[in-house]
């Protein structure tokens, strides 16, 4: 069952050398980051499950790598096939750099899977062991102002701040409930893999800190930790 | 030596890389902020870029980046009749139209322009069959297929290079098969559009890969994003970085640079000419009085 959850943004600009001078506007971003891995492996999982958005449902075999190339820099994380999308090799290399030692489990979990599919797979993944933790990787809308990739749209904010609040109070049904049509409008490559997190807590107490949440260009970036407890029946 | 290239029966020189001028109708465009949107400082923007030394001017009525909605008529009040009145006054000048409309295309063909620049990669397929039935010049774009007017977002490339050489040879066969003239047609890698700084680093790196498909190359670069990047300037401080990119990809046999700063890129490509051994010298005394 699921005992520990974190949500991390994953542009390719977290990485450092991606950014190049730039790389500081991001460090308070990957400071919440380190927080929230730490989090994640303080729980004592069995093991930890990584998701992410990306253009199939997959659960990829280990090892497995990631790469930056198609991005135009040549970095590549991980050991084996470059398989992984961006989330997940975003991921692998939030892990390399903060518990190296990590060996989780990654899941991709189709951009256009319909929302039942999202909770389904979360349950399943917290089944997998006693004790499960789970990274979850997603960003909000990339059309959040007129210099956002996706320009401004004017629910974009409004979007990203429900999810923030979600994300904050640990309310899976919020997560659960977002429309994927509207995430598909607004750019929101987070919304599938929030689900896989609402199937994963569903009827699980949760203890949620919101650790960060920003959008320097355009497009929401959130931290979060939550940890699991018992049910509660409702 | 570059090749000939021909414009509605108007020939350029072939000693050195040709600058289009960029003269935007538009009260919005990133670099120069609507300074020309009115005719009469559009029309002294021609004279001053002819002055300077421009092959082309590239006449546009909708900014690149995301904004207010321009109208297919908004957009020909803005460049049809301009097109005209340069068209009278410069008989001689090639005019390039930046659209991807293909009715303004059409109505700035019959007004007098040459080149239809459709920066948006096809993205109106019809603009490609009116420089057809104009036997107008046609710039084929690689966006890697992303709507007019939207940016790049996490676009990614497993083989950029190859997916440029495809995009921007497919689309030069398809103009020349619907009847436009071989020597009117350009490819353009289309830098910072549907490309990461990266990416249009690595495109000029490589413009002997593009210059190597035997398609003229047009290479629009001036104080783009990617040079600000880059360079970490701010948008006033993207010339000499633009004029480097210039020179890297003069030397590497790209035709045609769109350009800002006409002064300054005609010297920059007449000096790589020179040292390339395509221009002589204007000339050449010391030593051999």
């Given at each position: 069952m699921l005992v520990a959850a974190g949500v991390f943004p994953h542009p390719p600009v977290l990485v450092p050398r991606m950014a190049g001078d730039r790389a500081f506007e991001l460090d308070g971003l990957r400071a919440a980051c380190a927080e929230g891995v730490t989090r994640l492996l303080d729980s004592d999982p069995d093991v930890v499950v990584v998701v992410g958005g990306g253009e199939d449902t997959v659960s990829y075999p280990t090892p497995v790598a990631g790469t930056l190339a198609p991005y135009g820099l040549d970095l590549t994380v991980g050991q084996?096939?470059?398989?992984?999308p961006l989330s997940l090799t975003i991921a692998r290399w939030l892990l390399d750099v903060h518990a190296p030692a990590h060996a989780p489990l990654f899941e991709s979990v189709s951009a256009s899977a319909p929302v039942d599919d999202c909770l389904e797979l979360g349950r399943r993944l917290a089944q997998r062991h006693r004790r499960v933790a789970l990274m979850v990787m997603g960003d909000g809308s990339a059309c959040r102002d007129v210099k956002a990739p996706g320009f401004l749209d004017p629910e974009a904010v409004p979007h990203d701040d429900d999810i923030a609040r979600a994300l904050a109070t640990g309310d899976e049904e919020v997560l659960a409930a977002v429309d994927p049509r509207t995430s598909e409008r607004l750019l929101v490559s987070g919304r599938a893999a929030w689900q896989v997190l609402a199937g994963a807590a569903s009827g699980r107490s949760v203890e949620a800190e919101l650790l960060d949440y920003q959008a320097p260009y355009g497009v929401g970036y959130f931290v979060a930790s939550w940890r699991c407890g018992p049910s509660e029946r409702k | 030596m570059l090749m000939p290239l021909r414009f509605r029966g108007r020939a350029t020189p072939t000693d050195r890389p040709l600058v289009m001028a960029i003269v935007n109708r538009t009260p919005d465009s990133f670099y120069d902020r609507g300074a020309t949107f009115a005719a009469e400082d559009a029309m002294e923007a021609v004279r001053s870029a002819v002055d300077e030394g421009a092959d082309i001017v590239d006449i546009g009525g909708v900014k690149a980046a995301p904004g207010g909605e321009v109208s297919v008529a908004e957009e020909t009040d803005r460049v049809v009749p301009f097109i005209a009145a340069v068209r009278e006054r410069f008989p001689d000048l090639v005019i390039s139209v930046d659209t991807w409309r293909h009715e303004v295309g059409r109505w700035a063909c019959e007004a007098g322009a040459d080149l239809l620049n459709d920066t948006w990669a096809g993205a109106d397929p019809v603009l490609a069959e009116v420089a057809a039935e104009f036997e107008a010049g046609y710039v084929c774009s690689h966006t890697g297929g992303i709507t007019p007017r939207t940016r790049p977002f996490r676009v990614r490339f497993p083989d950029l290079v190859n997916s440029v050489v495809e995009e921007t040879t497919r689309r030069a066969e398809h103009a020349v098969a619907l009847g436009v003239p071989r020597e009117s047609v350009l490819i353009d890698p289309t830098h910072d559009f549907g490309k990461n700084t990266r990416h249009s680093l690595e495109l000029v790196r490589h413009t002997e890969e593009l210059v190597a498909t035997g398609w003229p190359v047009l290479m629009a670069l001036s104080n783009k994003d990617f040079v600000g990047e880059t360079l970490g300037t701010s948008l006033e401080d993207r010339v000499t970085g633009t004029l480097a990119a210039t020179a890297v990809a003069a030397n590497a046999g790209a035709a045609v640079f769109r350009a800002h700063q006409v002064r300054e890129t005609r010297q920059v490509v007449d000096m790589v000419a020179s040292i390339r051994g395509d221009r002589p010298p204007s000339g050449c005394v010391r030593g051999l009085s």
């Open positions: 084996g096939a470059e398989v992984l | -």
